[in-house]
């Protein structure tokens, strides 16, 4: 078990989680619609994944009005960027380990 | 995990990045507007205190009604955005008091270079918000 891919947050680790993620690292707060439009998902999936990532501790939801319509936020906790900084570095050291010439 | 799922997963996170970084520039945008608005405004009020009632709500009409449509088409709040702006506005007020006592106690009223000086001291925050936010 000493391959860093062990070390992955399954929590983070689908496609679409992996988007969010990077798309609320990458920001103070995103509103609902730039991320179903970012991560390209349906409203629904991208609600349900949501879902997962708050239960993990990682996403905050805010909701508010601007007008009369209704504006939903997301944002990582710290917790969130704690994981999604350990994830890109194991990552990273997939890649380097990956990149290295095989031994003989 | 193989090498090419974890390279398509950098990949991934970079052009998520790049999206989102690039919609910055909307708040780049309402720095450059609120500075240039309160320069307009402490300017015109002291080279033309007369004309005050005439340009007063005109313009703050405009002004309000160009950061309601870029406040509209922010959908994402760049990190430290929120803190500098917060920081701008506080120190906005601080310089727009010094604006208005210099304006009032030390110059002459009309159009001069010094009142476009002083009149610029309360954008300079914002300007510098809007700087920060950009070259991230």
């Known amino acids: 078990m000493s391959h860093p891919r062990h070390r992955l947050d399954e929590v983070i680790h689908t496609p679409v989680r992996l988007s969010i993620m990077a798309a609320l690292d990458a920001a103070e707060r995103v509103h609902f619609g730039l991320l179903r439009d970012t991560v390209e998902v349906s409203d629904s999936l991208l609600s349900k994944h949501i879902v997962n990532l708050e239960e993990a501790g990682y996403v905050t939801v805010t909701k508010g009005h601007e007008g009369r319509r209704p504006r939903t936020w997301y944002a990582l906790t710290p917790l969130g960027r704690e994981a999604f900084a350990t994830y890109l570095a194991t990552l990273d050291e997939i890649v380097g380990r990956v990149s290295q010439p095989p031994l003989r | ?136």
């Open chain 2, 1 to 136: 995990m193989t090498d090419l799922p974890a390279r398509e997963a950098l990949a991934e996170v970079a052009r998520v990045r790049r999206r989102i970084r690039s919609l910055r520039w909307w708040h780049v945008a309402a720095g450059l507007v609120t500075a240039v608005s309160l320069t307009v405004y402490y300017v015109a009020m002291a080279a033309w205190p007369d004309e005050v009632d005439v340009f007063v709500l005109p313009w703050l009409a405009v002004t309000a009604g160009i950061l309601l449509l870029i406040r509209w088409r922010m959908r994402a709040v760049p990190r430290e955005a929120a803190r500098l702006e917060e920081k701008a506005v506080w120190i906005s007020v601080g310089l727009a008091l010094v604006t208005i006592a210099v304006n009032n106690l030390l110059l002459p009223p009309g159009l001069s270079v010094w009142i476009v000086l002083t009149g610029v001291l309360p954008a300079l925050p914002f300007l510098y918000a809007a700087w920060r936010v950009g070259r991230r």
